[in-house]
């Protein structure tokens, strides 16, 4: 399972120089948030016409099961969108209060460089680069 948010190993870091995370790196995480949850509903739109496509095929034996996974997914995107943030392995943890842009980005930097979230990443990953 991801660990991680996305991929932001310390090699990575130290080429965004010496402002770090913290930098041009984190105003435009915040630009890019920003945009996604101003223009929340056209991107649900767009991930729902995936969801409902005709042309998917779905197995008849397990089409319930992908149908309830599915909107679980979506569910969890929305929540993200709206600063929710969730832990896919513990749905205890969820808090109904939503974060702000920079907190939001800021908790996935945070995520992103923990050691302890990186040395647990599957091994052909290879984190340490």
Same mark, same amino acid.
């Given at each position: 399972?991801?660990? !991680?948010?996305?991929?932001?190993?310390?090699?990575? !870091?130290?080429?965004?120089?010496? =402002?770090g995370?913290?930098?041009?790196?984190?105003?435009?995480?915040?630009?890019?948030?920003? !945009?996604?949850? =101003?223009?929340?509903?056209?991107?649900?739109? !767009?991930?729902?016409s995936?969801?409902?496509?005709?042309?998917?095929?779905?197995?008849?034996s397990? @089409?319930?099961?992908?149908?309830?996974?599915?909107? =679980?997914i979506?569910?969890d995107?929305?929540?993200?969108?709206r600063?929710?943030?969730?832990?896919?392995?513990?749905?205890?943890?969820e808090?109904?209060l939503?974060?702000?842009?920079?907190?939001?980005?800021?908790?996935?930097?945070?995520? @992103? =460089?923990?050691?302890?979230n990186l040395?647990?990443m599957?091994?052909?990953?290879?984190?340490?680069?």
């Amino acid at each position: 399972p991801e660990r !991680v948010p996305f991929r932001l190993t310390q090699n990575i !870091v130290d080429g965004f120089g010496v =402002t770090g995370c913290s930098g041009h790196f984190q105003k435009s995480c915040e630009g890019v948030l920003s !945009v996604l949850r =101003t223009n929340k509903d056209i991107l649900m739109n !767009v991930l729902y016409s995936f969801l409902h496509d005709p042309l998917v095929e779905w197995k008849e034996s397990s @089409a319930e099961k992908r149908q309830q996974k599915a909107n =679980t997914i979506m569910g969890d995107i929305e929540k993200r969108l709206r600063g929710i943030l969730t832990d896919p392995r513990d749905r205890r943890q969820e808090s109904d209060l939503p974060l702000s842009i920079s907190g939001q980005v800021h908790q996935l930097i945070e995520d @992103a =460089t923990n050691e302890e979230n990186l040395c647990r990443m599957y091994i052909g990953w290879m984190p340490w680069l």
